[in-house]
T-cell receptor, first 116, second 115 residues
Framework: AQKITQTQPGMFVQEKEAVTLDCTYDTSDPSYGLFWYKQPSSGEMIFLIYQGSYDQQNATEGRYSLNFQKARKSANLVISASQLGDSAMYFCAMREGSGNTGKLIFGQGTTLQVKP | ETGVTQSPTHLIKTRGQQVTLRCSSQSGHNTVSWYQQALGQGPQFIFQYYREEENGRGNFPPRFSGLQFPNYSSELNVNALELDDSALYLC??????????????FGEGSRLTVL
């Protein structure tokens, strides 16, 4: 069973508009962390935002916010005011447990294209 | 602050050969993780090194091995290369203790093609 599911292989958004990238997860561990990474064509994975399972509020980082719905096991990324430079592959990932292990479980990714 | 650097960026090998990929972790980070990313897929965890010891391994065969050095740089070695080993290999560094998110900082990867 997939632990991280990203159901949108590709998304288009008009420049300056907002877009939501979907992510659902599956874990029986009460302690976990959820991450979003951006991967441009260069290959580097760029950290965007983090949400801990015990965090009461949704995480925000500049134009990025994470819509965390624990009961639904979803952690959607919202990008506001899209820019051309946002065009990239986006990955949702999960770390299980409370330790700072380097093991993340990644989804299949969503390709985002921002139209001018 | 120096980021994560990987070498080589691209390389081509033939089936049965051996390859060594290198990674310099971000300054101050003592944990290195390696990931394999096949084309069009998400990265898959290979293993992690913390203070020069393997400290967690994914579902990869023993021909995938690694090292971490006292300066926290790392190597990934793959023996008896197979066609399916063709992928982008990503190295990520992090703090093994402390830090709230323990976020991983990735390099740009080494793209391996096996012919």
């Amino acid at each position: 069973a997939q632990k991280i599911t990203q159901t949108q292989p590709g998304m288009f958004v008009q420049e300056k508009e907002a877009v939501t990238l979907d992510c659902t997860y599956d874990t029986s561990d009460p302690s976990y962390g959820l991450f979003w990474y951006k991967q441009p064509s260069s290959g580097e994975m760029i950290f965007l935002i983090y949400q801990g399972s015990y965090d009461q509020q949704n995480a925000t980082e500049g134009r990025y916010s994470l819509n965390f719905q624990k009961a639904r096991k979803s952690a959607n990324l919202v990008i506001s005011a899209s820019q051309l430079g946002d065009s990239a592959m986006y990955f949702c990932a999960m770390r299980e447990g409370s330790g700072n292990t380097g093991k993340l479980i990644f989804g299949q990714g969503t390709t985002l294209q921002v139209k001018p | 602050e120096t980021g994560v650097t990987q070498s080589p960026t691209h390389l081509i090998k033939t089936r049965g050969q051996q390859v060594t990929l290198r990674c310099s972790s971000q300054s101050g980070h003592n944990t290195v993780s390696w990931y394999q990313q096949a084309l069009g897929q998400g990265p898959q965890f290979i293993f992690q090194y913390y203070r020069e010891e393997e400290n967690g391994r994914g579902n990869f065969p023993p021909r995938f091995s690694g090292l971490q050095f006292p300066n926290y740089s790392s190597e990934l070695n793959v023996n008896a290369l197979e066609l399916d080993d063709s992928a982008l290999y990503l190295c990520a560094s992090s703090l093994g203790a402390g830090g709230y998110t323990g976020e991983l900082f990735f390099g740009e990867g080494s793209r391996l093609t096996v012919l």
